[in-house]
């Protein structure tokens, strides 16, 4: 990893936003059924959705502006939905969080720093049939708010949001929808895209102090180049980094899947992952061998993956684990987050390793894209705190001063708003909240005797 963009990522940030606050449920929809393209062909010139660009067939991008991620409140759900057009191949997807130079219009897309949000493994669909027409991923990504609200990287690059769909029609000898759906033939469009986001806010998740480091985005893991490995022939990546302070609360957000060839390429075949942290195992995973049959009505066009080739005529799979117990991954089913805790880290040198050992990526075919990055963020709210019938606070709703009622005497009293910002700081048990906007607070209560107590309030 480059040493400056470890710099950008390596300090801490409270929360600077300014702007709406998100009181309620905050919608945004980023990208409401773009049309992708062809992933081998060469890049259209068809139009492109408002406000955003074209890097390629597959993926574009939009800027979010300082309104959208001031309107964030600390629980976000992504959910990206697509609709068929002439496409009827397993590929995969992916949403990212690209960080781009300030102020500008575009970018270009290998020289950013991205991560990825969430993947996912498109359907076998066809466009004829209308039940059902869509496939939803849906991805709770609280963790990424605090990355929207953090000053620190908002106040020096630019936050884009990418959807990427990648896709291919087939043709002659190959199959697929150019030739197997009617009026794909000639066509090169393959889905049709939307990409929505729905945010709260909970009091009680307050955070502070973000710290975000980007470790690796969609890196061919592969055996059979040392573009791919550590070391040839061993399916095996290491990242050493530097940290300059230590990180509370830290956790590794990991996202892997198999793909290849159906001859040799580790697409089908299952392998146990070991993840290391500072050289200790803090991971073992084997993705897939669950049932795919929740997912068998998004793929209306029939595949040998739904469906057992091996028998004339060929029958659905049944609804067991033992059933699927080749798979790696379900068309129409997104891939896993795996969230990594770590607990807190000091300053120093650390390391992410990754190893497969026995993947054999027969015939040189195949790769396993991994994408992973660490974050961590203190929660001061997490202490211990008085009964309902010890605490309680005045009014609620309040137009002007709230005060603390408790048996036990105040030391520190806070309040904070939706964003994260402390807005009110005293020592008394009384706070004069009259300079500020409506909406709603969290009163944080530090008393004598050592216990903390949270109540949230709402300012007329």
């Given amino acids: 990893m480059k040493k400056t963009l470890l710099n950008l990522f390596l300090g801490f940030a409270m929360f600077a936003a300014v702007g709406v606050q998100a009181q309620e449920t905050y919608n945004l929809t980023v990208f409401d059924q773009a049309v992708y393209y062809g992933m081998y062909e060469a890049t259209v010139s068809e139009p492109i959705p408002p406000g955003a660009i074209r890097n390629s067939n597959s993926s574009y991008g939009k800027k979010l502006t300082e309104e959208q991620l001031a309107s964030f409140g600390n629980k976000l759900t992504m959910t990206v939905t697509l609709n068929p057009l002439c496409d009827n191949y397993d590929r995969i997807g992916n949403v990212n969080m690209v960080l781009a130079p300030k102020g500008a219009d575009t970018y270009v897309y290998n020289e950013v720093q991205r991560i990825e949000m969430g993947r996912f493994i498109t359907p076998f669909m066809d466009m004829t049939v209308t039940n059902p027409?869509?496939?939803?991923?849906?991805?709770?990504?609280?963790?990424?708010?605090?990355?929207?609200?953090?000053?620190?990287?908002?106040?020096?690059?630019?936050?884009?949001?990418?959807?990427?769909?990648?896709?291919?029609?087939?043709?002659?000898?190959?199959?697929?929808?150019?030739?197997?759906?009617?009026?794909?033939?000639?066509?090169?469009?393959?889905?049709?895209?939307?990409?929505?986001?729905?945010?709260?806010?909970?009091?009680?998740?307050?955070?502070?102090?973000?710290?975000?480091?980007?470790?690796?985005?969609?890196?061919?893991?592969?055996?059979?180049?040392?573009?791919?490995?550590?070391?040839?022939?061993?399916?095996?990546?290491?990242?050493?980094?530097?940290?300059?302070?230590?990180?509370?609360?830290?956790?590794?957000?990991?996202?892997?899947?198999?793909?290849g060839s159906n001859s040799g390429g580790e697409e089908y075949i299952r392998r146990n992952h070991f993840i290391y942290f500072d050289n200790q195992l803090v991971l073992t995973y084997k993705p897939g061998g669950v049932s795919c049959v929740p997912f068998f009505n998004y793929n209306t066009q029939p595949s040998c993956i739904y469906y057992d080739c091996s028998t004339n005529p060929a029958y659905p799979r049944p609804d067991t684990n033992a059933a699927w117990s080749w798979n790696n991954w379900c068309p129409g089913d997104k891939i896993p987050i795996r969230t990594i805790s770590l607990g807190d880290l000091t300053a120093g040198e650390h390391s992410f390793k990754i190893d497969v050992p026995d993947a054999v990526f027969a015939g040189g075919q195949g790769y396993f894209p991994m994408s992973v990055y660490l974050q961590g963020f203190a929660q001061p709210l997490s202490t211990e705190s008085f009964d309902n019938t010890d605490f309680s606070i005045y009014p609620n709703p309040v137009a002007d001063v709230v005060t603390v009622v408790a048996d036990a005497e105040v030391s520190s009293l806070e309040v904070i708003n939706t964003l994260g910002q402390q807005v009110f700081t005293g020592t008394s048990k009384q706070a004069d909240l009259s300079g500020l906007e409506s909406g709603i607070y969290v009163v944080k209560a530090t008393f004598t005797n050592g216990k903390v107590a949270t109540r949230k309030i709402v300012k007329e």
């Fill in 133 to 259: 027409n869509s496939v939803p991923y849906v991805y709770q990504v609280d963790n990424l708010t605090h990355i929207f609200h953090d000053e620190n990287i908002t106040s020096q690059y630019d936050i884009w949001i990418e959807l990427e769909v990648y896709g291919y029609q087939g043709g002659p000898g190959q199959g697929g929808a150019a030739v197997e759906i009617p009026g794909c033939q000639g066509r090169n469009d393959v889905y049709m895209g939307t990409l929505e986001f729905s945010s709260t806010f909970d009091p009680n998740l307050v955070a502070e102090n973000n710290f975000f480091l980007p470790l690796s985005y969609k890196y061919e893991l592969k055996n059979y180049t040392l573009d791919g490995t550590d070391i040839l022939g061993e399916t095996v990546r290491t990242i050493n980094f530097t940290l300059e302070q230590d990180v509370p609360n830290a956790k590794l957000y990991l996202i892997t899947s198999n793909h």
